[in-house]
C-alpha cells in the first residue's frame, strides 16, 4: 500500500508526516544563501529518515517558506526522486497555512512565525498574497520583526542613546549574529525575550508588541478589503509566534482591527493543510500548486 507524505518547511524547522499511519519526523529549517534547495532537500531527507518513511510513496505535498520560485518544477522533481514518489505537489507555505486554517476555502490566514504572510482567498477563488517579502522588506509584525526591535533597543540602551529596559539584560551580543548563517532564525528567537519582557511591564517591549499589532492588523485589514463584497470576512492568525503569544498578541491586533474583519480559530496548522493537499485535489490552490508526476 502507498503512503502519502505531507511536508511543513518553515524557517526554523522542516516538519513531515507520514499519510495514513501520522509517523512524523523533521529535519533543520530553511537556510538562506546560494544552495538553500540543496539544504532544504537534505531537510527532506532527514525528516523522512526520523520518520522512518518506507515503501512506496503516492502522493507529497510541500507548502516550503523560501518557496524556489524561479526553479519550482525543477525542485518539485527532484523530491520525486528522492522520495521515490508518484506525484508531488509543490507550493508556498501560505497555501498550506490557508488549507489547515479555513479548510472551506474563503477568508484571510496570516502566518506568523520567524516571517510573515498573510493570503486572502475570495469565494471565486481568486487570491492575493500580502507580505511575506523577507526580513529585509517585509515581514511586518513577525518574530524577527519583534526579535530585531528588541536588539535595537538592547544596544541602544547599552550605548545610551535608548531608554533602559529590561530587554538590556540579556547576556546575548547581537553583534555576533553577523557571522551566523541563521541569523533570521537568530534574530526571532529574541521575540519570545520581548513578550515576556512586555508582561512584566517593561515600556520599551510594550511599544515593540504594540507596533508588531498596529503592522499584523494592517495587513489583516489590507486582505480583507480585497475580497468582494462588505459581510464579515473570517482571518485565522496561526504559526509559532501566535501560537507562543496567544492573547498578548492577539488582543491587540483585536483592538485595532476593521469591523469586517472577523478572528476565528484556526482549524489546523500548516502540516494539516499539507495533507489535505496530499489526499484532495488542491481546489482553490491549483493556481498556487506546482504539480510534478514521475516520468
Not at 224 to 232: C, D, F, Q
Request: proline fraction near 5%; aromatic fraction near 4%.
Amino acid at each position: 500500500m502507498k503512503v502519502n507524505v505531507a511536508i511543513d518547511g518553515g524557517q526554523s524547522a522542516l516538519r513531515l508526516r507520514v499519510l495514513p499511519t501520522g509517523a512524523t519526523g523533521t529535519g533543520p529549517g530553511y537556510t538562506h544563501g546560494p544552495h538553500a534547495s540543496d539544504y532544504m532537500l537534505e531537510a527532506i531527507r532527514t525528516a523522512a529518515v526520523a520518520a522512518e518513511l518506507a515503501g512506496p510513496v503516492g502522493v507529497v505535498a510541500l507548502g516550503l517558506t523560501g518557496y524556489p520560485a524561479d526553479t519550482a518544477t525543477e525542485f518539485a522533481a527532484r523530491v520525486v526522486q528522492l522520495l521515490e514518489a508518484d506525484e508531488v505537489r509543490l507550493t508556498q507555505d501560505m497555501v498550506t497555512a490557508h488549507a489547515g486554517a479555513l479548510p472551506d476555502g474563503y477568508g484571510v490566514v496570516v502566518a506568523a512565525g520567524t516571517g510573515l504572510v498573510c493570503l486572502a482567498v475570495d469565494r471565486d477563488g481568486t487570491w492575493h498574497k500580502l507580505d511575506g517579502h523577507g526580513y529585509l522588506f517585509g515581514d511586518a509584525g513577525s518574530a524577527f520583526a519583534i526579535g530585531r526591535a528588541g536588539l535595537v533597543a538592547v544596544q541602544r540602551a547599552r550605548d545610551g542613546r535608548g531608554p533602559v529596559t529590561k530587554l538590556a539584560e540579556t547576556t546575548l551580543d547581537p553583534i555576533a549574529y553577523y557571522r551566523s548563517p541563521t541569523l533570521v532564525d537568530d534574530v526571532a528567537r529574541f521575540a519570545p525575550d520581548v513578550l515576556r519582557c512586555a508582561a512584566e511591564g517593561d515600556v520599551v517591549a510594550l511599544d515593540i508588541l504594540a507596533g508588531a499589532a498596529a503592522d499584523i492588523a494592517e495587513t489583516i485589514d489590507a486582505a480583507v478589503n480585497k475580497l468582494a463584497g462588505t459581510e464579515p470576512v473570517p482571518v485565522a492568525c496561526v504559526g509559532g509566534l501566535f501560537a507562543g503569544a496567544g492573547e498578548q498578541l492577539l488582543g491587540p491586533v483585536r483592538a485595532v482591527l476593521s469591523t469586517r474583519a472577523h478572528l476565528v480559530p484556526a482549524a489546523g496548522n500548516a502540516l494539516d493543510g499539507a495533507e489535505r493537499l496530499a489526499t484532495a485535489e488542491p481546489g482553490p490552490y491549483t493556481a498556487l500548486t506546482v504539480i510534478q508526476r514521475k516520468l
